[in-house]
C-alpha cells in the first residue's frame, strides 16, 4: 500500500510539465478530496488512502494535467481572505483585482452610506468584499449571466451579504434611469479577441464573454464609461481595472466624456491596472 507521501510525489511527477507549481497543485488537491488542510498531509504523510479517495484523487490530477484551473477542479478560490465558490460560469478572482478593493475601501468611510454598483460581478468577489469590509454600504451588482449571477448569490450567503442586490443585465441596459450611485466599479472584459494567451494556462477554461471585448480589447470600457455618466451622482466616481498596457487608451476615453481628476494606480508588479474618474 502506497502512502500519502508516494501519492503526492507521483501527482508532482505527473503535473511537472503542466503546471508551475506541480507539488502546490498536488497537495492542494489531495487536501480537498480528504476535507483536510495542507498541514495534515506533511504531519500524516505515512497515512494510506481509502480507495475511494485514491480514484478520486489521481481523476482531479488528470484534469489538472489537461490544464483544467484549480479553482474550478476544487469549486472555490480564496479572494481577500476569504473563500469564494467558483465554476466555469465565472472568471476565477485574481489577486491582481484586490488593488480596485483596496482603493475603494481607501474611499468608503466606513461611517458613511454609499451607493456602489459592481458591474459584471461574476462570483460576486468584488461586491461582497466591499459589502463585508463596509456594512453600510448599499450595494448592487450587476451580470448579464444567470448562472454567475446564482454563484454570486450563493457567495453571498456564505459571507452573510444577503443585503446585496443582484440584477440581471447586460451592463447597466436593465437599469431605469432614475437609479444612481456613488461609486460605480468593474472589472470588465478587457482582452483583445486575438491575444495569444487567450490559448495558454487557465483562461482556456474561463467564460470567454468574462474576458474578451471587441475594439482591441477596449469596447466593454466605452461601454460602460458612456453609459456610466446617466448613473452617476454628483461627484461620483467610475472604476475600471484594466490591461497593463491599456491605461493611457483608458484615460483617454475618460477625457473624452469629460470625467475628472483622473488617475491611473500601479498593482503589486508595478503595472498600470486601475484607473479611476469623477463626474
Known amino acids: 500500500m502506497t502512502t500519502i507521501k508516494q501519492h503526492l510525489d507521483n501527482a508532482s511527477d505527473i503535473l511537472a510539465h503542466h503546471s508551475l507549481s506541480p507539488r502546490l497543485d498536488a497537495e492542494v488537491l489531495l ?22 479517495s485514491l480514484e478520486l484523487f489521481a481523476e482531479l490530477v488528470e484534469k489538472r494535467r489537461e490544464g483544467v484551473p484549480i479553482a474550478y477542479l476544487t469549486g472555490q478560490r480564496e479572494f481577500w481572505s476569504r473563500d469564494f465558490k467558483v465554476s466555469p460560469a465565472v472568471l476565477i478572482p485574481r489577486p491582481e ?10 474611499s468608503l468611510s466606513s461611517s458613511q452610506k454609499y451607493a456602489v454598483l459592481d458591474l459584471g460581478t461574476g462570483s460576486g468577489a468584488i461586491a461582497i468584499t466591499l459589502a463585508a469590509e ?23 450567503v456564505r459571507h452573510n451579504c444577503q443585503h446585496i442586490e443582484f440584477v440581471l443585465s447586460d451592463w447597466l441596459s436593465a437599469l431605469s434611469t432614475d437609479v444612481t450611485f456613488d461609486f460605480i466599479l468593474s472589472n470588465p472584459p478587457y482582452i483583445a479577441q ?4 487567450l490559448s495558454q494556462g487557465d483562461v482556456r477554461f474561463e467564460p470567454m464573454s468574462a474576458l474578451v471585448a471587441e475594439d482591441n480589447g477596449l469596447g466593454d470600457i466605452k461601454r460602460i464609461a458612456n453609459d456610466a455618466k446617466k448613473h452617476l451622482r454628483p461627484g461620483g466616481q467610475l472604476w475600471f481595472e484594466h490591461g497593463y498596457n491599456q491605461a493611457q487608451e483608458t484615460q483617454e476615453i475618460l477625457k473624452a466624456l469629460n470625467y475628472k481628476n483622473i488617475k491611473t494606480y500601479f498593482d503589486l508588479s508595478d503595472q498600470p491596472r486601475v484607473t479611476m474618474g469623477f463626474i
Open 31 to 52: 487536501a480537498f478530496v480528504l476535507g483536510k488542510n495542507r498541514s495534515y498531509l506533511r504531519t500524516w504523510d505515512d497515512k494510506q488512502l481509502e480507495l475511494k
Open 97 to 106: 483585482t484586490e488593488l480596485l478593493i483596496e482603493l475603494c475601501l481607501d
Open 194 to 197: 486575438d491575444d495569444v494567451h
Open 134 to 156: 463596509r456594512p453600510l454600504v448599499e450595494m448592487t451588482a450587476l451580470d448579464k449571466s444567470f448562472d454567475a449571477l446564482e454563484i454570486a448569490k450563493d457567495n453571498a
